[in-house]
């Protein structure tokens, strides 16, 4: 071969080393939700070997039906999985992003579901009625910053 072609068969030998390593740092923090093994496009180097030069991995990113604790658990680890290699591509930004407007979805169904089970379980002696004289704006603050309390008992954050 000459000078050009080795260093062509280097640059593909390296190529292949950081797609290989990229897409099994998917695979590694995807755990039980990667649906698919990795994929390679290949190229044929100048010394008739073949080099990955693209790959992908498939994950499921549906919501966990009516167990929006489990969507938050999966959310996460979607999100982990897109960003665990050392330089996440543009679609593997586009896959966390969508993984935390779920994780965001099942937090607020969790938080709405407490919030039920608390007004479900209460004394009706404790609660209390909504009076003339509380100005409605008052009340919908007090709403409002109800909707926003952490769930206590989840112990998983958004950017965790």
């Given at each position: 071969?000459?000078?050009?072609?080795q260093r062509e068969?280097?640059e593909?030998r390296?190529?292949?080393?950081?797609v290989?390593?990229?897409?099994?740092?998917?695979?590694?923090?995807?755990g039980r939700?990667?649906t698919?093994?990795?994929?390679?496009?290949?190229?044929?180097?100048?010394?008739?070997?073949?080099?990955?030069?693209?790959?992908?991995v498939?994950?499921?990113?549906a919501?966990?039906p009516?167990?929006?604790?489990a969507?938050?658990?999966k959310?996460?680890t979607?999100?982990?999985?897109?960003?665990?290699?050392?330089?996440?591509?543009?679609?593997?930004?586009?896959?966390?992003a969508e993984?935390?407007?779920?994780?965001?979805?099942?937090?607020?169904?969790?938080?709405?579901?407490?919030?039920?089970?608390?007004?479900?379980?209460a004394?009706?002696?404790?609660?209390?009625?909504?009076?003339p004289?509380?100005?409605?704006?008052q009340?919908?603050?007090?709403?409002?910053?109800?909707?926003?309390i952490?769930?206590s008992?989840?112990g998983?954050n958004?950017?965790?």
């Amino acid at each position: 071969m000459t000078a050009e072609e080795q260093r062509e068969v280097e640059e593909l030998r390296a190529r292949d080393r950081e797609v290989r390593a990229h897409e099994q740092a998917h695979i590694a923090a995807g755990g039980r939700y990667v649906t698919r093994a990795a994929s390679y496009e290949y190229t044929v180097g100048p010394d008739g070997q073949q080099y990955a030069v693209a790959g992908e991995v498939s994950i499921d990113t549906a919501e966990v039906p009516d167990d929006p604790r489990a969507t938050i658990e999966k959310g996460l680890t979607v999100v982990r999985a897109a960003l665990a290699p050392a330089d996440p591509s543009p679609q593997d930004q586009r896959v966390a992003a969508e993984a935390r407007m779920m994780v965001a979805k099942a937090q607020a169904e969790l938080i709405q579901q407490q919030n039920e089970e608390r007004s479900a379980d209460a004394d009706p002696a404790d609660k209390q009625p909504t009076s003339p004289e509380v100005p409605q704006h008052q009340r919908l603050e007090q709403r409002f910053a109800e909707f926003f309390i952490p769930p206590s008992s989840t112990g998983l954050n958004l950017f965790a």
